[in-house]
């Protein structure tokens, strides 16, 4: 399997935005057209797609219809996630044009069942790592299990794609954290893409140690769109 760079698009009250450790007091605003803003990326050296619906995730609304135009763009790889919380929603994704549909807290939580899921090779677990627990909820709360820990039950169960995103770090460009991506056993490296911090830098390492791929936000955006400078 080929190591796979993905570029986050982060989607909040229709507007492609990052944010700090998922903190909406730390915000910054790129563009008020994430269709605009995924066709900048077509092309430019990313192997996909990482798009996330903020308001979903919060449980507050969603940005279905905008969604869905990106999941019609072609020539770029796609995953969506962020509130997913039923079969029937999974499925519209993927038949919307989602290539891999991303579950966090209705896999973490149960209320999903899994069973069910027929395309579990298009089924992204998303494993978020807040201090030592998993974050849910758009990261407003966590399990008191390590990521790690859940990873071998959901194996069992015939998924086999992760993401690991280190919350403390992400939207920091603080990079990754060596020894901790190092202390993951390698018989699970290949199944995981990690997210939280990334620089470009980081690339080679996380790629050498065996991961899947990763997802790069901030750095992307800060090397691609100088200063404020947003895209109309």
């Known amino acids: 399997m080929s190591f796979k760079i993905l570029v986050s698009l982060d989607i909040l009250a229709g507007r492609v935005v990052r944010l700090v450790n998922g903190r909406e007091d730390a915000l910054t605003v790129y563009s008020d057209d994430p269709v605009a803003v995924a066709r900048f990326w077509i092309g430019r050296g ?37 509130g997913i919380r039923d079969i029937s929603r999974i499925e519209m994704m993927l038949s919307n044009g989602a290539d891999r549909v991303v579950l966090g807290t209705g896999a973490i939580k149960g209320t999903i069942d899994l069973r069910k899921i027929k395309q579990k090779d298009r089924t992204v677990i998303a494993l978020d790592k807040l201090g030592n627990s998993v974050a849910i909820e758009g990261w407003k709360a966590t399990e008191n299990h390590h990521p790690l820990e859940l990873l071998p039950e959901f194996l069992d169960m015939g998924f086999t794609n992760f993401l690991i995103t280190n919350v403390e770090a992400d939207g920091t460009k603080r990079g990754i954290n060596i020894e901790e991506i190092t202390s993951v056993s390698p018989k699970y490296r290949s199944y995981i893409y990690l997210s939280g911090g990334i620089l470009f830098d980081d690339l080679e390492a996380v790629k050498s140690l ?22 109309k």
């Not at 940005?63 to 962020?82: A, P």
């Not at 791929?213 to 404020?228: M, P, Q, R, T």
């Open 210 to 231: 065996g991961y899947a791929g990763a997802i790069i936000g901030k750095a992307a955006y800060d090397k691609f769109l100088s200063g404020n400078e947003r895209l």
């Open 46 to 82: 990313f192997d996909g797609l990482h798009i996330v619906d903020l308001d979903a995730a919060l449980g507050r609304g969603n940005n279905w219809s905008v969604i869905d135009s990106v999941l019609s763009l072609r020539g770029i790889f796609k995953e969506v996630g962020g």
